[in-house]
């Protein structure tokens, strides 16, 4: 997997029609530093989704929720828009959201 891919079919007007599932807020695409930052996590096994299962699989991509507080993580080119196994940004990793945003 490559990190910085930008998955094809999240062109403008498809990023447009996401949103959250949990609070219905936009999703933007995360910045390269985000996912490489948050993938170094992960390779230390210091990541955990929503839901408190620890994150073991590198993501491609991802999308963030407008108020920067969750990542939903891009796998094989496909968002996984499920509340529990979204990603809750720290706020180390909420600042690189916020400078990609």
């Not at 108020?67 to 496909?78: E, H, K, M, Q, S």
């Given at each position: 997997?490559?990190a910085?891919r930008?998955?094809?079919?999240?062109?403008p007007?498809?990023?447009?029609?996401?949103?959250?599932?949990e609070?219905?807020?936009?999703?933007?695409?995360?910045?390269?530093?985000?996912?490489d930052?948050t993938n170094a996590?992960?390779?230390?096994g210091?990541?955990a989704?929503?839901?408190?299962?620890?994150?073991?699989e590198?993501?491609?991509?991802?999308?963030?929720?407008r108020d920067?507080?969750?990542?939903?993580?891009?796998?094989?080119?496909?968002?996984?828009l499920?509340?529990?196994?979204a990603?809750?940004?720290?706020?180390d990793?909420?600042?690189?959201?916020?400078?990609?945003?």
């Amino acid at each position: 997997m490559t990190a910085n891919r930008v998955p094809e079919a999240f062109d403008p007007e498809f990023l447009a029609m996401l949103v959250c599932p949990e609070n219905k807020e936009p999703l933007h695409l995360a910045s390269h530093a985000l996912i490489d930052r948050t993938n170094a996590l992960i390779a230390e096994g210091k990541v955990a989704s929503a839901n408190g299962v620890t994150v073991t699989e590198q993501i491609e991509h991802g999308l963030v929720r407008r108020d920067l507080t969750r990542l939903y993580p891009v796998y094989d080119g496909i968002v996984t828009l499920l509340v529990d196994e979204a990603i809750p940004l720290s706020p180390d990793l909420a600042d690189l959201a916020r400078a990609g945003a």
